[in-house]
């Protein structure tokens, strides 16, 4: 087992999510998925969220309602197609929801989980370094990143992001930095 092992979330269970196409075209098709179980999401969020406790956000965000409500709408058909595991299609979404609303962590949370499931490491890195930018609280996205920087075997970073998680009270994190004798 390695270093970083523990944390690994398991293989998602297969569920079938029901959709509705209207008018489909490439860039904007009316996906819709029933609102089943999210839990198989990166994150089991499912809009612009400004709780300080889910989200590690210091401030609220900036940008007008209608805004986030077309961010929202990206985001939500971005997690359909993440269910479809269709992740390029998801990342496209993700990052459209991103564009109307710059500081929509979850979107980019989401959108580093996408482009894990595409090996594309560094594009989530980028991700989770943006989060951290916006909501430096933010645990998962540390956590996240140093499983990242685990797989690039970049260690020193990885154990980094750790004693920062382990900082703002990541009990998982801190009983295995204990146990390895790392003190954060």
Same mark, same amino acid.
């Given at each position: 087992?390695?270093?970083?092992?523990?944390?690994?979330?398991?293989?998602?269970?297969?569920?079938?999510?029901?959709?509705?196409?209207?008018? &489909?075209?490439?860039?904007?098709?009316?996906?819709?998925?029933?609102?089943?179980?999210?839990?198989?999401? &990166?994150?089991?969020?499912?809009? &612009?969220?400004?709780?300080?406790?889910?989200?590690?956000?210091?401030?609220?965000?900036?940008?007008?309602?209608?805004?986030?409500?077309?961010?929202?709408?990206?985001?939500?058909?971005?997690?359909?197609?993440?269910?479809?595991?269709?992740?390029?299609?998801?990342?496209?979404?993700?990052?459209?929801?991103?564009?109307?609303?710059?500081?929509?962590?979850?979107?980019?949370?989401?959108?580093?989980?996408?482009?894990?499931?595409?090996?594309?490491?560094?594009?989530?890195?980028?991700?989770?370094?943006?989060?951290?930018?916006?909501? &430096?609280?933010?645990?998962?996205?540390?956590?996240?990143?140093?499983?990242?920087?685990?797989?690039?075997?970049?260690?020193?970073?990885?154990?980094?992001?750790?004693?920062?998680?382990?900082?703002?009270?990541?009990?998982?994190?801190?009983?295995?930095?204990?146990?390895?004798?790392?003190?954060?």
């Amino acid at each position: 087992m390695g270093f970083f092992d523990k944390f690994r979330k398991g293989r998602r269970k297969d569920k079938t999510v029901e959709i509705a196409f209207d008018q &489909p075209s490439a860039d904007e098709g009316a996906l819709q998925a029933d609102p089943a179980d999210e839990g198989d999401l &990166p994150a089991a969020l499912s809009g &612009p969220d400004d709780s300080l406790q889910k989200t590690g956000r210091d401030r609220p965000a900036s940008v007008t309602h209608p805004l986030r409500e077309e961010g929202a709408l990206y985001f939500q058909r971005g997690n359909a197609y993440f269910k479809l595991e269709n992740y390029d299609r998801a990342i496209q979404d993700y990052t459209r929801a991103i564009a109307v609303f710059p500081e929509y962590i979850e979107a980019y949370f989401n959108r580093a989980a996408a482009y894990k499931n595409t090996r594309n490491y560094h594009q989530a890195i980028e991700d989770y370094s943006r989060i951290i930018e916006i909501a &430096p609280n933010f645990v998962a996205a540390y956590t996240g990143r140093a499983a990242l920087y685990t797989d690039l075997n970049d260690h020193v970073s990885a154990l980094e992001d750790m004693k920062a998680a382990a900082r703002l009270g990541s009990k998982d994190i801190q009983e295995l930095l204990k146990t390895r004798g790392v003190e954060w």
